[in-house]
């Protein structure tokens, strides 16, 4: 089992920029990819951005340079910076760890607003 505990949401202006964070219990070298999904009100859960155990990194059309996917193996974390944030950027994001095999787990989710 693999607790993932993310941080950095919040309130933020179009334009802004945030810092997300997932911190894994355990390294995240052991898990084929880490990445983040988000979920906006009334929509199904959607690929942000993951990064492999390469540190190959993909992310959704939506997001492609204003978003990046980092990670701090020594800190069994991975990143998420977001600028130039838009409204529709509004909605919890997830952090997941792919063990492979089909296994996932999540995070709690922590809520993004862009507001004006």
């Known amino acids: 089992q693999v607790q993932l505990v993310e941080s950095g949401g919040g309130l933020v202006q179009p334009g802004g920029s945030l810092r997300l964070s997932c911190e894994a219990s355990?390294?995240?070298?052991?898990?084929?990819?880490m990445g983040w999904y988000r979920q906006a009100p009334g929509k199904e859960r959607e690929l942000v951005a993951v990064?492999?155990?390469?540190?190959?990194?993909n992310y959704a059309d939506s997001v492609k340079g204003r978003f990046t996917i980092s990670r701090d193996i020594s800190k069994n974390t991975i990143y998420l910076q977001m600028s130039s944030l838009k409204p529709e950027d509004t909605a919890v994001y997830y952090c997941?760890?792919?063990?492979?095999?089909?296994?996932?787990?999540w995070g709690q989710g922590t809520q993004v607003t862009v507001f004006s």
């Open positions: 355990k390294s995240i070298t052991s898990m084929t990819r």
């Open positions: 997941n760890a792919d063990r492979g095999s089909g296994v996932h787990y």
């Open positions: 990064i492999d155990n390469f540190g190959m990194t």
